[in-house]
């Protein structure tokens, strides 16, 4: 089960469809959920956070004017690691593919039954719990985890840099890496790196020594290292 209670979940919701998103709300706070606020713009939703951070988002994709609601759920996701819900009337596959940069646990097609969200918004907690642990660190954008050869990596931004120059990375190799910085000291079983990368119960340990073999190839020097029989962990200072 999740491990906030329900009265611990605060929600934030962006819709720009007033009458869509004070019907979410109350559906919401019917399950017993809290509702940090309703956002329509980037702007109101970095004002929002200054005084506010939302376990979850429910974001719909498509914003009225110049608001993007993929843009919006890159901020949240990127730089702020808040997990993102996409509710939506667009299924088509060009939608989805560009939603894939924001890491989204779900997609809610409109209109979507009130215990169907209730459910997915359960699941999605339960995957992003069980993968960041350690979320308060994440709220720092300040933090690197420093390796060896001059090389770091920015936890909040998800960057990692090589003498203070970035290194461009696949989406999966950035996935690992940002696994992995949420326990710096720690060996992260091969099943929950190939779980949260691929997002499939059955892991390939060849598939995943491939992205770790390219990695290394890419920054020049091994900074993942391999525990036996175990998992990886990163090599840190």
Same mark, same amino acid.
């Given at each position: 089960?999740?491990?906030?209670?329900?009265?611990?979940?605060?929600?934030? /919701?962006?819709?720009?469809?007033?009458?869509?998103?004070?019907?979410?709300?109350?559906?919401?706070?019917?399950?017993?959920?809290?509702?940090?606020?309703?956002?329509?713009?980037?702007?109101?939703?970095?004002? $929002?956070?200054?005084?506010?951070?939302?376990?979850?988002?429910?974001?719909? /994709?498509?914003?009225?004017?110049? =608001?993007?609601?993929?843009?919006?759920?890159?901020?949240?996701?990127?730089?702020?690691?808040?997990?993102?819900?996409?509710?939506?009337?667009?299924?088509?596959?060009?939608?989805?593919?560009?939603?894939?940069?924001?890491?989204?646990?779900?997609?809610?097609?409109?209109?979507?039954?009130?215990?169907?969200? $209730?459910?997915?918004?359960?699941?999605?907690?339960?995957? $992003? =719990?069980?993968?960041?642990?350690?979320?308060?660190?994440?709220?720092?954008?300040?933090?690197?985890?420093?390796?060896? =050869?001059?090389?770091?990596?920015?936890?909040?931004?998800?960057?990692?840099?090589? =003498?203070?120059?970035?290194?461009?990375?696949?989406?999966?190799?950035?996935?690992?890496?940002?696994?992995?910085?949420?326990?710096?000291?720690?060996?992260?079983?091969?099943?929950?790196?190939?779980?949260?990368?691929?997002?499939?119960?059955?892991?390939?340990?060849?598939?995943?020594?491939?992205?770790?073999?390219?990695?290394?190839?890419?920054?020049?020097?091994?900074? /993942?290292?391999?525990?036996?029989?175990?998992?990886?962990?990163?090599?840190?200072?």
């Amino acid at each position: 089960m999740c491990k906030n209670t329900i009265k611990e979940i605060s929600i934030l /919701i962006i819709e720009d469809e007033i009458i869509l998103a004070l019907g979410l709300q109350e559906t919401l706070k019917f399950f017993g959920y809290s509702v940090s606020g309703i956002e329509t713009s980037m702007q109101g939703v970095k004002k $929002h956070l200054e005084k506010s951070y939302p376990t979850l988002a429910i974001v719909d /994709i498509k914003l009225k004017g110049l =608001n993007n609601g993929i843009e919006i759920a890159k901020y949240l996701w990127q730089i702020k690691k808040i997990p993102i819900i996409f509710l939506t009337s667009y299924s088509d596959e060009m939608t989805i593919q560009k939603t894939l940069a924001c890491e989204p646990y779900a997609y809610l097609i409109k209109p979507c039954k009130d215990a169907e969200l $209730h459910t997915t918004i359960q699941t999605s907690l339960n995957k $992003h =719990n069980y993968f960041f642990k350690n979320k308060d660190v994440i709220r720092n954008e300040t933090k690197y985890i420093y390796l060896e =050869n001059n090389i770091k990596f920015h936890k909040s931004k998800a960057i990692l840099y090589k =003498n203070n120059e970035p290194i461009k990375l696949t989406r999966n190799e950035t996935k690992i890496l940002e696994l992995l910085s949420d326990y710096p000291k720690e060996s992260v079983s091969f099943e929950r790196i190939s779980t949260y990368i691929w997002r499939e119960s059955i892991y390939d340990l060849g598939r995943l020594r491939t992205l770790i073999y390219r990695l290394k190839q890419k920054v020049g020097i091994e900074i /993942i290292d391999s525990v036996f029989e175990s998992g990886y962990r990163l090599k840190v200072q």
